[in-house]
């Protein structure tokens, strides 16, 4: 079971965080700053998983943006690393050459497509077009970009 | 313009985001973000109510100060309102803001389960998917009971749409990691089982991941799952890559659904049905083949699907542990992947093979790789693969290699990461001890330990070397020497202090006879370390030094010296100061016999689980450890329970220091009992008002005896009491030899009737005089009668006064004595039924 997906920049900025089993905001404050140290001590060349107590924690580096995702133990390792990918497989897909800005500002987006293929800390939906599909059903039931465009600015 | 790609982006929400990376300062930020709650505040206070959008934006606007790190303490009950509205968007931010900002007030929770019961029935898939979704993100317990029995009935229903059935399949599952007995699984087992079949193959991957939780806790209601687990599996696995269209994931088939299946199948044995068990063998004989074959694609993501699924075969493998033909293949599969070029697959290789080490039928297979994890222990560049190797030669340990493995990892240690310098202290300690043929091995390996990494060599792996080397006497000589020349180096660590001293302090002797060890010697160098230890080591030196102190008398004087210095005994620490105190009052005070006896060697240790195993399980957690068993029964056990406060099992220090507080007491109880006088000792010329009192207190339940005795005179007491009237006869026995003159005695009352007898002035040497005193009890008293006695005492007997007038002479005696006269001697028993004494008894406390 997966525990908490973390998305955070070269400089540490949090730009996403999912978290899978309830936790007090304290220790979910901890979490991020042992992640971000951890995560952006390593060496490039080194191999993308670390065991952190009892966790292990599974990392790509995408661009600009770290991915973190910490599973328990028994989690397939490479398999986690091929979440984070499928991940930014349906980002890219979503938001078109997907870079971090996007993410910054469509954030609600952002957690719209990860709920869509993960939930409760295990991947729901392994087929891509599925979830393509679901988003773009979802998107349909919103407005058009004009509607967009005369809302106020505020 | 921010980007914007389609449908609905809140236009005053990009602002508001562009606004905020713009502030140039951390100050700025904080401002904008609080002119920003301060609008949207008054928004949601104000009069007009607002519509669903720009509700949606104010919430989401929230949302996005809160996920910056920002508290929010509102907006929960627009989030709520929200989730009413008919829009999906709207509802959307709802629900995505209550996932996030979990709000245990009892009334939105009320309000939240209503809008998600509204949801559910609502026959919408999207919708029912967002409720769904909400509640496995929260997964409360309030929410497990409004909804746990309803979960379950719409994912076994009929009509209920694939995407849904996905999603109530994880909620359920979800709810039940958080809220199992909440979860009612007995009638729908069956159903959930069935789903395993279903086309649609999100639908098994979502049930495949619930029953492997639920199988975990009840296996026995899911076995049926295991036959269609493989046959599911089986048809994936031999699958051209075209059938499964999209759930082939860059060229492998369904990766995801092939591990969930391997997993499940790892919550059970081997199958025992032949047939299910040969298709199983074939399917993971494929699965191994595969990995042989050329990739398909040069993508790093196909070679990372494929060898997911082939790592969780070999799992599998090693879980069942049965086939040998398929574990030697799985130990060979890892064997290459060790070379690979990959670091990825470096270390899971290395992870997976510290599991298959410890099955008997890889366990040979496993060790003919240990060159190449030694090499990668010493080459690799990144610190968790060098871990996993070191792991990785703690787990294939035995007898054959345990040398090479525990020099190999002593020389890792003198560079290795601080942050493992522990586990990997532990870990040689254990595998030294285990494998020690030879204790003198032991013993060096353990002093290596200390000299390269004294640091975080905790308490037990000391204590360890300790109880060992005094367990075994072949060993003690060597160890006084090894710890006698490790102290000569001029700067070693406190631990080395620590054995070193304890050591010494009890095989000192054996090395005592060579001149460059005599005890002189040894006694100086410990003395020199002596100043740089912290005060739990210098207490265990002052042990040390007395039991030296015991083996060799020639140093006792300059111990002795040490011990009297004013920095010993007038030291800060409690501890020290009461150690050297007793120890120098012991080496003087003592016998040679009484302070061998009390410093004998210490007694053999009893043989108990090693402590080191448990703080070693301790430290890495549950589940982490891998076993080092080579196969027999050598497996440590499960659950060892570290030393706790029993006094046995304590430090060698500490009972050490009990014993020696034991015999110190005795010997201060002998020194100052107020016994019987030993003949040897005459008894004071006054007897000490503690035993005089000691003695009257004596009569409180006896009648007869000795009341006072001095050097003169002897007073005995033999008395009766019946009613109200009591009769002594009071015995005064002169123990000179001349007479006493002038002998009168008087009885002083306050409440008591006593009459006395009138006696003889005289009183013969060496005879005794009796006295008869009638006593009549008229009222309660509470002061015992006084007798008064003078007499003369012959002129040749040295009295107090007479000593310093040099003159002897008979000088007045007077004496005081209490008479035992208590008013429980005046007590009669009578008899009752109990009704009247509880009745009497219940009086006496109002």
């Known amino acids: 079971m997966m525990r908490f997906l973390l998305l955070f920049s070269r400089q540490g900025r949090l730009r996403l965080q999912k978290w899978f089993t309830p936790m007090t905001e304290r220790e979910k404050k901890k979490i991020i ?3 971000t140290t951890l995560v952006l001590a390593r060496q490039p060349r080194s191999c993308n998983f670390i065991q952190w107590k009892d966790l292990k924690i599974i990392y790509k580096r995408y661009a600009s943006l770290y991915f973190c995702l910490g599973v328990e133990n028994q989690e397939n390792e490479l398999l986690a690393l091929e979440v984070i990918h499928r991940y930014v497989e349906l980002l890219d897909k979503y938001f078109g050459n997907v870079c971090e800005l996007d993410i910054i500002f469509n954030f609600e987006k952002a957690y719209f497509i990860l709920d869509e293929f993960l939930m409760g800390g295990e991947i729901q939906e392994t087929s891509k077009q599925m979830v393509n599909r679901s988003i773009e059903a979802s998107d349909m039931l919103q407005e058009t970009l004009e509607e967009y465009m005369s809302k106020p600015a505020f | 313009m921010p980007a914007v790609s389609k449908g609905d982006g809140m236009r005053g929400l990009a602002v508001f985001i562009s606004d905020i990376r713009n502030c140039k300062s951390k100050e700025a930020e904080v401002k904008r973000i609080n002119k920003e709650l301060a609008n949207i505040r008054s928004k949601f206070k104000g009069d007009k109510a607002l519509d669903g959008y720009s509700k949606k934006k104010y919430v989401c606007k929230l949302l996005f100060i809160f996920l910056l790190g920002h508290d929010i303490d509102f907006g929960h009950m627009e989030a709520v309102n929200l989730l009413s509205s008919n829009k999906y968007t709207e509802k959307q931010i709802g629900y995505l803001f209550i996932s996030v900002l979990v709000n245990s007030n009892s009334d939105l929770i009320r309000l939240i389960n209503n809008a ?14 967002l409720a769904l979704h909400c509640i496995a993100n929260v997964g409360s ?9 309803e979960i379950p009935r719409i ?12 999603s109530a399949a994880l909620c359920l599952l979800r709810l039940n990691r958080t809220s199992p007995d909440l979860v009612p699984m007995g009638e729908w087992t069956a159903r959930v089982v069935h789903l395993l079949n279903d086309q649609h193959l999100g639908v098994v991957t979502a049930a495949t991941s619930l029953i492997t939780t639920l199988a975990q806790k009840s296996p026995d209601d899911f076995k049926t799952s295991v036959s269609l687990a493989v046959t599911r599996l089986s048809r994936i696995v031999t699958s051209a890559s075209i059938d499964l269209q999209d759930y082939t994931y860059y060229f492998v088939a369904a990766p995801w659904l092939s591990v969930k299946l391997l997993r499940l199948l790892q919550c059970y044995p081997p199958p025992e049905d032949t047939s299910l068990r040969s298709r199983l063998t074939e399917c993971l004989e494929t699965i191994l083949n595969k990995a042989q074959e050329p990739p398909k694609s040069k993508k790093v993501q196909h070679s990372n699907a494929r060898n997911a699924v082939l790592f969780e075969a070999i799992s599998l493998i090693i879980h069942h542990d049965s086939e040998p033909t398929l574990l030697v293949r799985a130990c060979n599969q890892l064997g290459q992947f060790l070379q690979h070029r990959e670091t990825n697959l470096r270390y899971l290789a290395l992870e997976s093979m510290c599991t298959l080490a410890s099955s008997e039928f890889s366990h040979e297979a496993v060790k003919t790789h240990i060159e190449t994890v030694i090499n990668a222990l010493k080459t690799e560049r990144d610190v968790s693969v060098r871990q996993r190797a070191v792991d990785l030669l703690y787990a294939m340990c035995d007898r054959s290699n345990a040398r090479q493995i525990v020099a190999e990892m002593l020389s890792y240690l003198e560079t290795a990461d601080y942050s493992i310098r522990e586990e990997i202290v532990l870990k040689v300690a254990i595998l030294a001890e285990k494998y020690a043929v030879d204790y003198t091995w032991y013993v060096d390996t353990i002093l290596n330990l200390i000299r390269i990494a004294g640091d975080y060599v905790s308490e037990e792996v000391w204590y360890r070397v300790i109880q060992i080397v005094i367990n075994r006497d072949d060993v003690q000589g060597y160890a006084a020497k090894t710890v006698f020349e490790a102290l000569q180096a001029p700067a070693c660590h406190e631990n080395l202090v620590k054995v070193g001293g304890y050591i010494l302090g009890e095989f000192g002797n054996l090395i005592a006879g060579d001149p460059r060890s005599s005890p002189l010697v040894q006694f100086n160098l410990l003395h020199s370390k002596f100043h740089l230890c912290s005060v739990p080591t210098r207490a265990l030196l002052l042990s040390a030094y007395i039991k030296f102190i015991n083996l060799f008398p020639e140093v006792k004087a ?23 105190v007793e120890y120098l009052r ?3 005070i003592a016998s040679a016999d009484t302070l061998a006896t009390v410093l004998e060697e210490m007694p053999a240790f009893p043989e108990r689980e090693s402590s080191i195993l448990a703080k070693l399980k301790k430290k890495k957690g549950p589940g982490k450890l891998p076993e080092n ?12 329970k570290p030393d706790t406060a029993c006094w046995w099992t304590s430090s060698p220090t500490s009972r050490l220091l009990l014993l020696l507080l034991l015999l110190l007491l005795l010997l201060r109880w002998r020194t100052t009992c107020p016994g019987e006088p030993s003949s040897l000792r005459p008894p004071p010329f006054a007897p000490r008002r503690s035993d005089v009192l000691l003695r009257l207190l004596r009569f409180i339940c006896k009648n007869n005896g000795v009341l006072y005795e001095n050097q003169l005179l002897q007073i005995g007491l033999k008395s009766e009491y019946r009613q109200n ?27 008591l009737n006593v009459h006395a007898k009138a006696v003889e002035p005289v009183i013969e040497g060496g005879a005794q005089l009796q006295q008869i005193l009638n006593i009549e009890c008229v009222t309660e008293f509470c002061d015992v009668p006084v007798l008064h006695i003078q007499f003369r005492p012959p002129s040749n007997v040295l009295t107090p006064d007479s000593v310093c007038q040099s003159r002897y002479g008979g000088t007045l005696q007077n004496i005081e004595v209490k008479l035992p006269v208590m008013l429980n001697k005046f007590f009669q028993p009578t008899e009752m039924t109990s009704q009247d004494f509880f009745q009497r008894w219940k009086q006496l406390g109002a």
């Open chain 2, 586 to 588: 012991l080496s003087c």
């Open chain 2, 116 to 129: 998600i019961k509204n949801d559910l029935a609502s026959r919408n898939p999207t919708f029912m998917n």
């Open chain 2, 155 to 166: 994912l076994v229903a009929g009509d209920t749409m694939d995407s849904v059935k996905q």
């Open chain 1, 33 to 35: 700053r042992d992640m």
């Open chain 2, 141 to 149: 317990r309030e929410m497990a009971e409004a909804f746990a029995s």
């Open chain 2, 629 to 640: 068993v080579n196969g027999s029964a050598e497996e440590p056990a499960a659950s060892s």
């Open chain 2, 725 to 751: 009237l009591g009769r002594i006869y009071v015995f005064y026995g002169n123990k000179t030899t001349s007479q006493f003159l002038g002998f009168s005695t008087a009885v002083s009352s306050s409440d």
């Open chain 2, 558 to 580: 300059t111990i002795q010296d040490v011990l009297r210095s004013d920095s010993q005994l007038r030291n800060a620490d409690v501890e020290l100061q009461q150690r050297a």
